[in-house]
């Protein structure tokens, strides 16, 4: 994601209610469980977000953006792409961000749509890469550790492959400020049609709908089902 719009006023109230409906379905109900399960779920996010994040602001750089480099973006720290607020969002309701890269699209040296695009693809591609890749690590890990021995090992590498997977199907998701929306802006010069400014300007409260009333949840569901399948058989293929 490289940019959030809309009023912080209506993205507390959305937190808010997604907080009420994570205590009122009992996720907390047991709370050392889900301390142990966060625990273990936190690696992949910090992995997920930082490398999202990086990527975005390692390919503006490279291709002639100077602002990520000045903002100390191009790195692989953490706490230069960790949103405090939005890592603690993640961490308790499901829903978070990190610190969007700004880019300055006048600065590409070169044809400013391609340039756009190919930052808009990094961050989504780099998630797709580490699960893609730990989902080889769990494979070849499991053939020779005992669960019973390595489970909390097991558990974190299941989830670098699940957070970066579904890090990358909901940056896909063509819905401004999102990273689908930004491919499909550059493909189609989207930027040309009357409604284009407005779309984008409701777009943060138009994915908080998608996402409290559960349509983002009903469409991420199936494609990581997929993902997850085909980066299975496709190691198991290999190794």
Known sequence: MRKLS??????????????????????????GQW?????????????GLTFHEAAHAFSAWKLG???PKAQGRVTLNPLAHIDPFGIIALVFVGFGWGRPVQVNPY???KNRRLANLIV??????????????????YILSVMDWHQDQYGALCTILVNIVYINLVL??????????????????????????S???SLYNSGMF????????GIVGALLSPALGVMLKFFENAWLAVL
Do not use: C
């Not at 809309?6 to 709370?31: E, K, Q, V």
């Not at 808009?120 to 690590?137: K, L, P, S, Y």
């Not at 802006?185 to 930027?191: A, G, N, S, V, W």
């Open 35 to 47: 301390f142990y399960d966060m625990v273990l779920r936190l690696p992949a996010i910090v992995i």
């Open 65 to 67: 953006d100077m602002t």
């Open 120 to 137: 808009d693809v990094a961050g989504v591609a780099t998630n797709f890469v580490i699960a893609f890749v730990f989902t080889a690590i």
């Open 107 to 109: 600065a590409f040296k």
């Open 206 to 213: 138009i994915l908080m709908i998608l996402v409290f009333f």
């Open 168 to 193: 990358m199907i909901f940056n896909l998701l063509p819905v401004p400020p999102l990273d689908g929306f930004g491919i499909l802006t550059e493909i189609f010069d989207l930027r040309r049609y």
């Open 195 to 197: 409604w284009y400014h």
């Open 6 to 31: 809309g009023g912080s006023f209506m993205l507390i109230i959305f937190i808010a209610l997604m907080a009420y409906n994570s205590i009122t379905s009992g996720r907390f109900d047991n709370p």
